[in-house]
T-cell receptor, first 115, second 114 residues
Framework: AQKITQTQPGMFVQEKEAVTLDCTYD???????LFWYKQPSSGEMIFLIY??????QNATEGRYSLNFQKARKSANLVISASQLGDSAMYFC????????????FGTGTSLTVIP | GAVVSQHPSRVICKSGTSVKIECRSL??????MFWYRQFPKKSLMLMAT?????????EQGVEKDKFLINHASLTLSTLTVTSAHPEDSSFYIC??????????FGQGTRLTVV
């Protein structure tokens, strides 16, 4: 069974500062993918970043980076230089390899960027 | 980039009627699509895996006769909520993976059953 844990229901960050959103996971699958999605109030799910379990380097996509620590089973999202438009729900998700990207989601973190 | 289109974005229906939600991959083929349900201020829960040309695979606790899934082509999957009741009111969202390292979601459908 897969379990994704996001322990921060709500986070606040000052505009232009960096923020880290925590995610830990539990799985017995040897290969998996880790994803982060942003969900604004409109409801759409916006893909942010992907990390494969066998990737040696941490993934980066613009202002987003993933701090992947496989031994600790954590995949924290770091957003640098926060912008007001970053205010949204953020979901961590895991997909076991071979499932065609069937996701198991965490409970989400609500991020508010303060001007 | 890859686009997944979901329609309608909002629907209100009377209790006892059926509602069909469409999920289309616009610029790629998807042999597999996924349907999720999200309650207010909650996470997304996988309902079923839609497989092109074969039966859908439902997660435990999801009524397959209530939530009918048809994946008739490589670009279209439909979810039909049959004999809808107020407790079926929710946000339904589909996803389709163009590759192994990404998956894109539709815009979601907010269903209200009155």
């Amino acid at each position: 069974a897969q379990k994704i844990t996001q322990t921060q229901p709500g986070m606040f960050v000052q505009e232009k500062e960096a923020v880290t959103l925590d995610c830990t996971y539990d799985t017995s699958d040897p290969s998996y993918g880790l994803f982060w999605y942003k969900q604004p109030s409109s409801g759409e799910m916006i893909f942010l970043i992907y990390q494969g379990s066998y990737d040696q380097q941490n993934a980066t996509e613009g202002r987003y980076s993933l701090n992947f620590q496989k031994a600790r089973k954590s995949a924290n999202l770091v957003i640098s230089a926060s912008q007001l438009g970053d205010s949204a729900m953020y979901f961590c998700a895991m997909s076991p390899m071979g499932t065609g990207n069937q996701f198991y989601f965490g409970t989400g973190t609500s991020l508010t960027v303060i001007p | 980039g890859a686009v997944v289109s979901q329609h309608p974005s909002r629907v209100i229906c009377k209790s006892g009627t059926s509602v069909k939600i469409e999920c289309r991959s616009l610029d790629f083929q998807a042999t597999t699509m996924f349907w999720y349900r999200q309650f207010p201020k909650k996470s997304l829960m996988l309902m079923a895996t839609s497989n092109e040309g074969s039966k859908a695979t439902y997660e435990q606790g999801v009524e397959k006769d209530k939530f009918l899934i048809n994946h008739a082509s490589l670009t279209l999957s439909t979810l039909t909520v049959t004999s809808a009741h107020p407790e079926d009111s929710s946000f339904y969202i589909c996803s389709a993976p163009p590759g192994l390292t990404e998956a894109f979601f539709g815009q979601g459908t907010r269903l209200t059953v009155v």
